[in-house]
């Protein structure tokens, strides 16, 4: 099993933590950190520098979403088969043999919370997934261009009515029709909506989306 994070030093504190969480369930995960810049010190088994092409697009001070978030959009470049990509403010809270023996032909995500609705419309899809936790298929991705793809959704493609336009919507807007939608178990997000919601202590990743990091 193998479990990445795209890091940087803003990140650092809950990156720790997390990935503290993800060793504790899964004693045999190999745990490597992807970053622009060399970081160590994580607990991670291997950190590989990513350089980006170019700064993506930021709103301005109260956008959260950094220049590391596209980092995603490359991981195709990593040399394996399969890997669990997640977020660095999750937190694993049962073992992910499951989740990593689903089959997955692309990619394995789950459904967006209520407020995802809107975000789903705004593009035309049946469902909003969440890239905070994706189970990708390296080989078939890179067979598809999967960043070629999201790059040029991230290049031409209109920034949709609710204004969120980050690499969440790209590999939404570009892999619609080749996500797999699994339990929401996989990525439950805290002080969220749902229409059927979940005890958190259930979730197997729960994860601590937007400015509040603290349960």
Not at 34 to 53: C, D, Q
Not at 133 to 160: H, Q
Not at 162 to 190: P, S
Request: overall charge neutral; glycine content about 6%.
């Amino acid at each position: 099993m193998i479990i990445v994070f795209c890091i940087d030093e803003n990140y650092m504190k809950y990156a720790k933590l997390s990935i503290e969480s993800y060793i504790r369930q899964n004693m045999g995960a190999y745990i490597v950190t992807v970053s622009e810049k060399p970081i160590k010190g994580l607990g991670e088994h291997e950190n590989i520098v990513m350089k980006l092409p170019r700064t993506f697009r930021n709103r301005g001070n109260r956008d959260r979403i950094s220049n590391t978030a596209y980092i995603k959009l490359f991981l195709t470049k990593l040399p394996y088969h399969k890997i669990i990509y997640v977020d660095a403010d999750t937190i694993c809270q049962h073992p992910l043999e499951e989740l990593w023996n689903i089959p997955v032909k692309y990619i394995n995500l789950c459904e967006s919370y209520k407020y995802g609705e809107e975000q789903a419309k705004s593009i035309g899809a049946k469902k909003y997934g969440l890239t905070g936790m994706m189970v990708m298929n390296l080989d078939n991705l890179r067979e598809i261009n999967f960043t070629e793809k999201c790059l040029e959704v991230e290049k031409s493609y209109p920034t949709p009515s609710t204004g969120w336009q980050h690499d969440e919507t790209c590999i939404n807007v570009a892999m619609k029709d080749k996500l797999n939608f699994i339990d929401r178990k996989f990525n439950y997000c805290h002080n969220r909506t749902y229409e059927n919601p979940i005890p958190e202590r259930d979730a197997y990743i729960l994860h601590y989306v937007g400015f509040e990091k603290g349960a």
